[in-house]
C-alpha cells in the first residue's frame, strides 16, 4: 500500500474562482515509509486570475506573479503528474491520499485532472486526513488513560507536531514544505510499521 502525501499552494480558497500556483507530493510506501517519488513545480497563472487573488493567501505562501509566471503550463503539469502516478501504479486498489485538508487540496488537484479522467485511470477516490487520524488516535488514549482529549490539544497539523515535540512547518507555506511536515507528523502520529528509520 502506498500514499502520494499531497498539499496545493493556491490564490484563494474558492476553486470556483481560484487557481492552483504550486503542488507537489511525495509518493510513501505506508510499510516501510520508503519514499518511491517526489514531485513538484509551480504552475503559471495568467494576470487575469493573478488579480483575482485573496491576499490573505497570498501573505500565507508569499508568491509573488514574478514567481508564478516561471512555472509550467496546467497541460504540462497534468501530464507530468499522470506519468509519475503511472510509473508507480497508482491504482485505487494500492493507494490513499493523504493530506492536511483534503477538501481543500482535492478541489485543486481536480483543476488539473479532473474527477472523470482520475476515474478512468482508476486512482484513488480515499483522501484522507492527519487531524482525524490525531483524532480517533488520542480518543482512544484519552479514555484508557485519561489523558488529553484531542480537542483540548488542538488538531491543525502545528498542534499535532507541537503535541509530539515537532517542529512546526517552514515558513512561508509552501506545498513541499506541507508535505514533509505532513510525512513528519504521520510518522509519529500514526507510524509506518516496517520503518527501520
Known amino acids: 500500500m502506498q500514499a502520494i502525501f499531497l498539499d496545493t499552494e493556491t490564490n484563494g480558497l474558492d476553486p470556483n474562482k481560484h487557481k492552483i500556483l504550486e503542488i507537489a507530493y511525495k509518493i510513501i510506501d505506508l510499510y516501510s515509509g520508503e519514499e518511491k517519488e517526489s514531485y513538484h513545480t509551480l504552475i503559471n497563472q495568467p494576470e487575469s486570475i493573478w488579480g483575482k487573488s485573496n491576499l490573505k493567501s497570498l501573505?500565507?505562501?508569499?508568491?509573488?506573479?514574478?514567481e508564478i509566471k516561471k512555472g509550467k503550463q496546467e497541460k504540462d503539469v497534468a501530464f507530468e503528474v499522470i506519468k509519475s502516478f503511472e510509473k508507480n501504479s497508482i491504482k485505487n486498489e494500492n493507494s490513499v491520499y493523504i493530506c492536511q485538508n483534503p477538501s481543500?487540496?482535492?478541489?485543486?488537484?481536480?483543476?488539473?485532472?479532473?474527477?472523470?479522467?482520475?476515474?478512468?485511470?482508476?486512482?484513488?477516490?480515499?483522501?484522507?486526513?492527519l487531524?482525524?487520524?490525531?483524532?480517533?488516535?488520542?480518543?482512544?488514549?484519552?479514555?484508557?488513560?485519561?489523558?488529553?482529549?484531542?480537542?483540548?490539544?488542538?488538531?491543525?497539523?502545528?498542534?499535532i507536531a507541537a503535541h509530539y515535540k515537532l517542529p512546526k512547518e517552514e515558513k512561508p507555506h509552501r506545498a513541499m514544505n506541507g508535505v514533509n511536515h505532513l510525512i513528519l507528523c504521520y510518522k509519529?502520529?500514526?507510524g509506518f510499521p516496517y520503518s527501520t528509520a
Open 188 to 190: 509519529n502520529v500514526v
Open 59 to 66: 501573505e500565507i505562501n508569499g508568491f509573488t506573479l514574478e
Open 131 to 159: 487531524a482525524s487520524m490525531y483524532w480517533a488516535l488520542t480518543l482512544k488514549k484519552a479514555t484508557q488513560n485519561h489523558s488529553y482529549f484531542p480537542w483540548e490539544t488542538g488538531f491543525s497539523k502545528d498542534l
Open 104 to 129: 481543500f487540496d482535492r478541489a485543486f488537484f481536480f483543476q488539473l485532472i479532473d474527477s472523470d479522467k482520475q476515474n478512468i485511470l482508476g486512482w484513488p477516490y480515499h483522501w484522507l486526513d
